[in-house]
């Protein structure tokens, strides 16, 4: 026995050839998303990976279509850890207390939300939608909103600096 498999807390063991037949890969077509998920005006989100579709117990995953010139209002999403993947069009993102700082993403790009983090969605685009992969730490769908926060007029833009991406 390996080290690798000493350090599994699952059994490998099956009853049959077909054990993982229904319970292993699942691949979700594209044009078969749920689209029964809480929506936000000028958004359209549809589910593809969650408990209730695939028995995912730990993630979300999904899309998010951002009408051209909409936002989503202040909000976090609890404990849940987000990752946005911008497959189309321009997304600004803002965040803190009083949403004081700003950045832009494109196509290609990642978007990382920690937990707790208030933030705000924007389609940069006036005339496009912007398309995204939606990924979430949990299945459950957090989102609380925060009508109160009264934004500041002109955020801060932030650039991506970390040890290995000096400015």
Request: net charge negative.
């Amino acid at each position: 026995m390996t080290d690798h498999d000493r350090d599994h807390d699952h059994d490998h063991t099956h009853t049959s050839p077909d054990a993982w037949k229904h319970t292993g890969v699942r691949v979700v077509p594209g044009d078969s998303l749920d689209h029964n998920t809480a929506q936000t005006p000028g958004m359209d989100r549809a589910a593809a990976i969650n408990l209730a579709r695939v028995g995912a117990q730990k993630l979300w995953a999904g899309t998010v279509t951002i009408h051209a010139n909409a936002k989503t209002g202040a909000h976090h999403h609890g404990h849940l850890e987000s990752v946005i993947y911008v497959l189309k069009g321009k997304a600004r993102m803002r965040w803190g207390d009083e949403l004081e700082f700003v950045a832009e993403a494109g196509p290609g790009d990642f978007i990382f939300v920690p937990p707790y983090v208030p933030h705000q969605e924007i389609n940069a685009s006036a005339d496009e939608a912007l398309e995204c992969v939606l990924m979430r730490s949990d299945g459950e769908a957090v989102a609380i909103n925060l009508p109160d926060m009264v934004p500041v007029e002109k955020p801060e833009n932030v650039k991506w600096i970390d040890p290995t991406h000096p400015e």
